[in-house]
Protein backbone atom coordinates (compact mmCIF):
# COMPACT_ATOMS: atom_id res chain seq x y z
CA UNK A 1 0.00 0.00 0.00
CA UNK A 2 1.60 3.48 -1.00
CA UNK A 3 1.48 6.65 1.01
CA UNK A 4 -0.42 9.59 -0.09
CA UNK A 5 -0.24 13.02 1.09
CA UNK A 6 -2.47 14.12 3.72
CA UNK A 7 -3.05 17.11 5.56
CA UNK A 8 -0.73 17.45 8.74
CA UNK A 9 2.57 16.66 8.38
CA UNK A 10 4.38 14.83 11.17
CA UNK A 11 7.51 13.64 10.18
CA UNK A 12 9.28 16.80 11.54
CA UNK A 13 10.72 17.06 7.93
CA UNK A 14 11.08 21.02 7.02
CA UNK A 15 10.82 20.66 3.60
CA UNK A 16 7.47 18.94 4.18
CA UNK A 17 8.43 15.41 2.16
CA UNK A 18 8.47 12.20 4.46
CA UNK A 19 5.83 10.78 6.48
CA UNK A 20 1.76 12.55 5.82
CA UNK A 21 -1.56 11.56 7.35
CA UNK A 22 -4.61 12.67 7.14
CA UNK A 23 -5.96 15.16 9.98
CA UNK A 24 -9.93 15.17 9.23
CA UNK A 25 -11.08 12.16 9.10
CA UNK A 26 -10.27 8.50 7.50
CA UNK A 27 -9.39 7.50 3.50
CA UNK A 28 -11.70 4.62 3.26
CA UNK A 29 -12.63 5.55 -0.33
CA UNK A 30 -10.85 2.21 -1.29
CA UNK A 31 -10.85 -0.36 1.56
CA UNK A 32 -11.32 -1.24 5.49
CA UNK A 33 -10.82 0.74 8.39
CA UNK A 34 -8.10 -1.30 9.30
CA UNK A 35 -5.48 -3.23 7.45
CA UNK A 36 -2.85 -5.62 9.32
CA UNK A 37 -0.53 -7.61 6.61
CA UNK A 38 1.96 -10.07 7.84
CA UNK A 39 2.53 -8.95 11.42
CA UNK A 40 5.38 -10.06 12.84
CA UNK A 41 6.09 -9.71 16.56
CA UNK A 42 8.96 -11.31 18.09
CA UNK A 43 9.77 -11.10 22.03
CA UNK A 44 13.72 -12.90 22.90
CA UNK A 45 12.90 -15.11 19.80
CA UNK A 46 8.87 -15.90 21.12
CA UNK A 47 6.69 -15.13 18.01
CA UNK A 48 3.87 -13.41 19.58
CA UNK A 49 2.73 -12.86 16.48
CA UNK A 50 3.28 -14.70 13.15
CA UNK A 51 1.98 -12.88 10.02
CA UNK A 52 -0.71 -11.74 11.11
CA UNK A 53 -3.48 -10.59 8.81
CA UNK A 54 -6.42 -8.57 9.77
CA UNK A 55 -9.08 -6.81 7.95
CA UNK A 56 -11.77 -4.65 10.26
CA UNK A 57 -14.29 -2.63 7.81
CA UNK A 58 -15.61 0.59 8.74
CA UNK A 59 -18.67 0.42 11.02
CA UNK A 60 -18.00 -3.41 11.72
CA UNK A 61 -17.94 -4.90 15.09
CA UNK A 62 -15.31 -7.44 15.12
CA UNK A 63 -15.12 -10.25 18.09
CA UNK A 64 -11.32 -11.30 18.59
CA UNK A 65 -11.62 -14.73 20.72
CA UNK A 66 -8.52 -17.18 21.74
CA UNK A 67 -6.17 -18.57 24.66
CA UNK A 68 -4.30 -16.48 26.49
CA UNK A 69 -0.79 -16.39 24.64
CA UNK A 70 -2.72 -15.98 21.45
CA UNK A 71 -1.52 -12.59 20.62
CA UNK A 72 -4.55 -10.61 21.29
CA UNK A 73 -2.60 -8.06 23.51
CA UNK A 74 0.02 -8.05 20.97
CA UNK A 75 -2.20 -7.26 18.37
CA UNK A 76 -3.80 -4.17 19.71
CA UNK A 77 -0.16 -2.98 21.04
CA UNK A 78 0.70 -2.55 17.56
CA UNK A 79 -2.36 -0.79 16.43
CA UNK A 80 -1.89 1.55 19.06
CA UNK A 81 1.76 2.02 18.42
CA UNK A 82 2.83 0.68 22.05
CA UNK A 83 4.72 -2.03 19.91
CA UNK A 84 6.55 -2.01 16.97
CA UNK A 85 6.05 -5.11 14.68
CA UNK A 86 9.73 -6.64 13.11
CA UNK A 87 7.86 -7.12 10.04
CA UNK A 88 4.28 -6.89 8.30
CA UNK A 89 2.45 -3.47 7.29
CA UNK A 90 -0.45 -1.70 9.31
CA UNK A 91 -2.99 1.09 7.89
CA UNK A 92 -5.32 2.64 9.16
CA UNK A 93 -7.89 3.74 6.33
CA UNK A 94 -5.83 4.09 3.36
CA UNK A 95 -3.22 6.73 4.03
CA UNK A 96 -2.20 6.32 7.53
CA UNK A 97 0.89 4.08 8.31
CA UNK A 98 -0.04 2.65 11.93
CA UNK A 99 4.17 1.28 12.09
CA UNK A 100 5.48 5.23 11.82
CA UNK A 101 3.19 7.03 14.12
CA UNK A 102 3.53 7.67 18.14
CA UNK A 103 1.06 6.20 20.12
CA UNK A 104 -0.18 10.19 21.01
CA UNK A 105 -0.76 10.59 17.24
CA UNK A 106 -2.51 7.11 16.44
CA UNK A 107 -4.91 8.02 19.25
CA UNK A 108 -5.30 11.97 17.71
CA UNK A 109 -5.80 10.20 14.24
CA UNK A 110 -9.08 8.23 15.66
CA UNK A 111 -8.01 5.09 17.26
CA UNK A 112 -9.08 4.86 21.09
CA UNK A 113 -8.31 1.46 23.15
CA UNK A 114 -10.16 0.55 26.50
CA UNK A 115 -7.68 -1.90 28.88
CA UNK A 116 -9.80 -4.20 31.03
CA UNK A 117 -9.55 -2.06 34.32
CA UNK A 118 -11.28 1.12 34.01
CA UNK A 119 -9.27 4.59 34.53
CA UNK A 120 -11.66 7.45 35.46
CA UNK A 121 -10.37 10.35 37.80
CA UNK A 122 -12.21 8.82 41.13
CA UNK A 123 -12.54 12.61 42.30
CA UNK A 124 -14.05 13.73 40.18
CA UNK A 125 -17.72 13.67 39.10
CA UNK A 126 -18.85 11.40 35.89
CA UNK A 127 -20.03 15.05 34.17
CA UNK A 128 -16.27 16.33 34.44
CA UNK A 129 -14.77 13.25 33.28
CA UNK A 130 -16.54 12.90 30.19
CA UNK A 131 -15.55 17.02 30.24
CA UNK A 132 -11.86 16.67 30.60
CA UNK A 133 -11.67 13.59 27.91
CA UNK A 134 -13.71 15.97 25.62
CA UNK A 135 -11.21 16.52 22.13
CA UNK A 136 -10.08 19.64 23.23
CA UNK A 137 -6.89 22.18 23.39
CA UNK A 138 -5.64 20.70 26.49
CA UNK A 139 -2.83 23.58 27.06
CA UNK A 140 -2.57 25.80 30.07
CA UNK A 141 -3.76 28.61 28.78
CA UNK A 142 -6.24 27.20 26.71
CA UNK A 143 -7.52 25.61 29.93
CA UNK A 144 -7.70 28.46 32.03
CA UNK A 145 -10.10 30.34 29.51
CA UNK A 146 -12.02 27.70 28.30
CA UNK A 147 -15.73 27.62 28.33
CA UNK A 148 -18.32 25.07 27.12
CA UNK A 149 -20.28 25.79 24.11
CA UNK A 150 -24.13 24.36 23.63
CA UNK A 151 -22.43 22.33 21.42
CA UNK A 152 -20.45 20.42 23.85
CA UNK A 153 -22.27 20.40 26.26
CA UNK A 154 -24.85 18.72 24.11
CA UNK A 155 -22.19 16.12 23.67
CA UNK A 156 -21.77 15.56 27.29
CA UNK A 157 -25.67 14.87 27.43
CA UNK A 158 -25.82 12.82 24.75
CA UNK A 159 -23.04 10.96 25.92
CA UNK A 160 -25.06 10.14 29.01
CA UNK A 161 -27.93 9.47 27.81
CA UNK A 162 -25.76 6.78 25.52
CA UNK A 163 -23.43 4.68 28.43
CA UNK A 164 -26.72 5.40 30.82
CA UNK A 165 -25.24 7.62 33.00
CA UNK A 166 -27.56 10.45 32.48
CA UNK A 167 -28.63 9.72 36.33
CA UNK A 168 -25.35 10.04 37.73
CA UNK A 169 -23.72 12.70 36.23
CA UNK A 170 -22.94 14.59 39.71
CA UNK A 171 -21.67 11.36 41.29
CA UNK A 172 -18.39 10.92 42.12
CA UNK A 173 -16.80 8.52 39.59
CA UNK A 174 -14.96 6.40 42.60
CA UNK A 175 -18.60 5.72 43.79
CA UNK A 176 -19.82 4.27 40.71
CA UNK A 177 -19.80 0.31 40.57
CA UNK A 178 -17.45 -1.68 38.28
CA UNK A 179 -20.25 -1.83 35.45
CA UNK A 180 -20.75 1.82 35.59
CA UNK A 181 -17.20 2.67 35.65
CA UNK A 182 -16.42 0.67 32.56
CA UNK A 183 -19.42 2.62 30.55
CA UNK A 184 -17.92 5.78 31.83
CA UNK A 185 -14.33 4.91 30.34
CA UNK A 186 -16.49 4.38 27.19
CA UNK A 187 -17.69 7.25 27.19
CA UNK A 188 -14.50 9.29 28.13
CA UNK A 189 -12.99 7.40 24.80
CA UNK A 190 -16.26 8.41 22.93
CA UNK A 191 -15.53 11.95 23.48
CA UNK A 192 -12.50 11.98 22.11
CA UNK A 193 -14.12 11.20 18.75
CA UNK A 194 -12.58 7.78 17.72
CA UNK A 195 -13.52 6.08 14.27
CA UNK A 196 -12.19 2.74 15.74
CA UNK A 197 -12.24 1.43 19.55
CA UNK A 198 -10.34 -1.57 21.00
CA UNK A 199 -11.72 -2.91 24.11
CA UNK A 200 -10.29 -5.35 25.71
CA UNK A 201 -12.52 -7.82 28.00
CA UNK A 202 -14.99 -4.94 28.70
CA UNK A 203 -17.48 -7.51 30.29
CA UNK A 204 -14.97 -9.06 32.68
CA UNK A 205 -16.34 -8.61 36.56
CA UNK A 206 -19.67 -7.01 35.73
CA UNK A 207 -23.07 -8.51 37.01
CA UNK A 208 -25.19 -10.35 33.99
CA UNK A 209 -27.44 -7.32 33.73
CA UNK A 210 -24.34 -4.86 33.35
CA UNK A 211 -23.16 -7.52 31.26
CA UNK A 212 -26.39 -7.50 28.95
CA UNK A 213 -26.50 -3.59 29.21
CA UNK A 214 -22.82 -3.74 27.43
CA UNK A 215 -23.55 -5.89 24.44
CA UNK A 216 -26.65 -2.96 23.99
CA UNK A 217 -24.41 -0.58 23.82
CA UNK A 218 -21.70 -1.95 21.69
CA UNK A 219 -24.29 -3.14 19.27
CA UNK A 220 -25.37 0.41 19.50
CA UNK A 221 -21.83 2.24 18.37
CA UNK A 222 -21.65 0.00 15.61
CA UNK A 223 -22.12 1.65 12.45
CA UNK A 224 -21.40 5.14 13.36
CA UNK A 225 -17.72 3.54 15.00
CA UNK A 226 -15.70 0.58 14.14
CA UNK A 227 -15.79 -1.77 17.12
CA UNK A 228 -13.08 -4.48 18.17
CA UNK A 229 -13.60 -6.68 21.18
CA UNK A 230 -11.26 -9.11 22.67
CA UNK A 231 -12.95 -11.34 25.19
CA UNK A 232 -13.28 -14.85 26.72
CA UNK A 233 -17.05 -14.77 28.21
CA UNK A 234 -18.10 -16.52 25.06
CA UNK A 235 -22.07 -15.50 25.98
CA UNK A 236 -21.34 -12.33 26.08
CA UNK A 237 -19.44 -12.69 22.17
CA UNK A 238 -22.48 -14.59 21.25
CA UNK A 239 -24.49 -12.00 21.63
CA UNK A 240 -22.90 -9.41 19.65
CA UNK A 241 -20.97 -11.18 17.17
CA UNK A 242 -21.65 -10.96 13.72
CA UNK A 243 -17.47 -11.68 12.60
CA UNK A 244 -15.88 -13.81 15.33
CA UNK A 245 -11.92 -13.97 14.79
CA UNK A 246 -9.72 -16.44 16.35
CA UNK A 247 -6.15 -16.15 17.34
CA UNK A 248 -4.04 -18.61 18.19
CA UNK A 249 0.20 -18.97 18.34
CA UNK A 250 -0.11 -15.50 16.83
CA UNK A 251 -1.89 -15.99 13.75
CA UNK A 252 -5.31 -16.13 12.74
CA UNK A 253 -6.47 -19.84 13.33
CA UNK A 254 -9.98 -19.15 12.08
CA UNK A 255 -12.43 -16.39 11.50
CA UNK A 256 -16.42 -16.63 10.56
CA UNK A 257 -19.74 -16.08 12.29
CA UNK A 258 -19.94 -17.62 16.00
CA UNK A 259 -21.44 -20.28 14.38
CA UNK A 260 -18.84 -21.29 12.38
CA UNK A 261 -16.04 -20.88 14.66
CA UNK A 262 -17.55 -22.43 17.43
CA UNK A 263 -17.98 -25.99 15.01
CA UNK A 264 -14.93 -25.36 13.72
CA UNK A 265 -12.63 -28.35 14.98
CA UNK A 266 -9.40 -26.37 14.62
CA UNK A 267 -10.84 -23.82 17.07
CA UNK A 268 -12.68 -26.68 19.47
CA UNK A 269 -9.31 -28.43 20.41
CA UNK A 270 -7.23 -25.45 20.84
CA UNK A 271 -9.88 -22.99 22.68
CA UNK A 272 -13.39 -23.98 23.43
CA UNK A 273 -12.57 -27.40 24.69
CA UNK A 274 -14.79 -30.36 23.68
Request: with cysteine; glycine share 10%.
Amino acid sequence: MSETEGQINVSGDATGAGLHVMGEGVDLSHGPILYLDDITVSFDGFKALNKLTLTVEAGELRCVIGPNGAGKTTMMDVITGKTRPDLGTAFFGQTIDLTRLTEPQIAHQGIGRKFQKPTVFENHSVFENLELAMKTDKTVWASMRAKRSSEQLDRIAQTLELIELHGEADRQAGLLSHGQKQWLEIGMLLMQEPRLLLLDEPVAGMTDEETERTAELFKSLAGEHSVVVVEHDMEFIESIANVVTVLHEGSVLAEGTMDMVQNDERVIEVYLGR
